[in-house]
């Protein structure tokens, strides 16, 4: 398998459950990232991981914690959540965080619904 | 700070037509420029990227010009086929700041190509 993989495609859960979001990159990549879309707005950076060293924290509510326990895998971990954080969830990674030139490898996203 | 802006459409064309979808942005540095294409249920792929004043990127018949005096990287096209339909999106990636920024990107171009 090449790529980078998110599970699950959908999720629905309502404001009171918690559930994680995964990503796995078979790319040999060291950055990491999560990114929210949603209708109308321009993609959303909520965090990116260097060599599993969180580098940046846009300012997301702490409702969302990400986790990169190594330089392959990363999660979204989700709890309390409110109907207006539905929206599709990117995964995505590069090369070098520093290497601004480096192009961005997307998954296909986690649509997250919240009832 | 940073910013990408574009054409939102829809952008509804006939099969064969010539494409032009604007882009313009804002940066405090030098920055990378890219083009990302999302289909349908899927992430977003890189469709084509230009690092300096002047280069000209280029992928499956698309291709866009790095013009830093009008701070505009417009993506074309020729002849549209039906499989081009989807959502264009305008980034960069501005290292000047010093920090692992990931991509500004664009709200997105929905590209509808009519048989």
């Known amino acids: 398998e090449t790529g980078v993989t998110q599970t699950p495609r959908h999720l629905v859960m309502g404001m009171t459950n918690k559930k994680s979001l995964k990503c796995e990159q078979h790319?040999?990549?060291?950055?990491m990232y999560w990114y929210k879309q949603s209708a109308k707005k321009p993609l959303e950076l909520m965090f990116v991981?260097?060599?599993?060293?969180?580098?940046e924290n846009n300012s997301v509510p702490s409702r969302f914690s990400p986790e990169c326990p190594n330089s392959s895998h990363l999660f979204l971990h989700l709890h309390t959540l409110q109907p207006e954080d539905s929206a599709l969830y990117l995964c995505?990674?590069?090369?070098?965080?520093?290497?601004?030139?480096?192009?961005?490898?997307f998954g296909n996203g986690t649509r997250l619904t919240v009832t | 700070g940073n910013s990408v802006t574009q054409m939102e459409g829809p952008v509804t064309l006939s099969e064969e037509a010539f494409l032009t979808i604007n882009c313009t942005y804002t940066a405090t540095g030098y920055p990378s420029l890219f083009w990302y294409v999302q289909y349908p249920g899927e992430g977003l792929q890189l469709l084509l990227k230009?690092?300096?004043?002047?280069d000209k990127g280029s992928n499956k018949g698309f291709e866009a010009t790095y013009r830093k005096e009008t701070t505009s990287f417009h993506l074309e096209k020729g002849s549209v086929q039906v499989s081009d339909s989807a959502v264009y999106f305008c980034?960069?990636?501005?290292?000047?700041?010093?920090?692992?920024?990931?991509?500004?990107f664009g709200k997105g171009t929905h590209l509808i190509i009519q048989p």
């Open positions: 790319l040999g990549h060291n950055a």
């Open positions: 980034a960069l990636s501005d290292y000047s700041g010093g920090g692992a920024d990931g991509l500004t």
């Open positions: 230009a690092t300096k004043a002047d």
């Open positions: 995505a990674s590069s090369q070098d965080a520093a290497n601004y030139n480096s192009p961005l490898h």
């Open positions: 991981y260097s060599l599993e060293e969180r580098v």
